[in-house]
């Protein structure tokens, strides 16, 4: 994918693929993109940074963590608290405890009470950032922004990328695992700065409704192409 990327980039700017990272670039700026998975395990989703290959879906969660560490991928405990977008729970947060290197806070889990099921998402942000705090694990904000296709037409939520972030001094790396490596060191040692916000309401509802009704009622995205 990389690859197919690098054809379709603005004028006068070049790439240099790292292998579990990119690297864009022009006369006076660079910009570093990590290689990030959202996994879903047989037992809910696993946000992986900066892997060496593509991890497949269905497998147990417990075998996909193995694979992503032994690809010395970055391993993060996506939404874990929002059931109803697959977040893997309590329980699989213990069970796996000294496997996280960091809790996801994500700026897409909003107080939003239409359907009984979305109340589970209402508290999710606030639980995963005291389980994080209970057990010393490092919390990182994102946006989980996605680029999907729906039945009624809806791309995603890309515009909502930089919602939420962390923020680090910047560092130099000799390659790609090196790159790794060193933002690996930085979450654990928390020496980062986490920026929230969260999308909006009519936001939400625009790329998550038709989402929603398509996990509800198992659409076929072939039958509407």
Request: hydrophobic residues 35%.
């Amino acid at each position: 994918q990389f690859r197919e990327d690098r054809k379709n980039l603005p004028r006068h700017y070049e790439a240099n693929d790292l292998g579990n990272a990119l690297e864009v670039y022009n006369y006076s700026h660079k910009v570093v993109i990590l290689k990030g998975q959202e996994v879903a395990t047989k037992d809910g989703h696993l946000l992986t940074l900066g892997s060496k290959k593509i991890l497949k879906d269905d497998k147990t969660l417990g075998d996909t963590l193995k694979e992503a560490y032994d690809n010395k991928a970055i391993r993060v405990a996506d939404h874990p608290y929002a059931t109803i977008w697959n977040g893997i729970g309590e329980k699989r947060l213990l069970e796996f405890l000294g496997e996280w290197d960091a809790i996801e806070w994500n700026a897409q889990c909003i107080d939003l009470f239409l359907f009984p099921h979305f109340l589970r998402q209402t508290r999710s942000n606030e639980l995963a950032e005291l389980f994080s705090k209970k057990y010393q694990l490092p919390l990182i904000t994102d946006s989980d922004a996605h680029l999907g296709r729906s039945f009624l037409g809806i791309k995603g939520s890309l515009e909502q990328i930089g919602l939420a972030y962390i923020s680090f001094q910047n560092f130099g790396y000799r390659n790609g695992e090196d790159l790794i490596a060193k933002i690996k060191k930085i979450i654990r040692n928390k020496k980062y700065n986490i920026h929230k916000g969260n999308i909006s309401r009519f936001g939400f509802l625009r790329w998550c409704v038709p989402l929603y009704l398509e996990k509800t009622f198992k659409v076929d995205h072939n039958k509407h192409n």
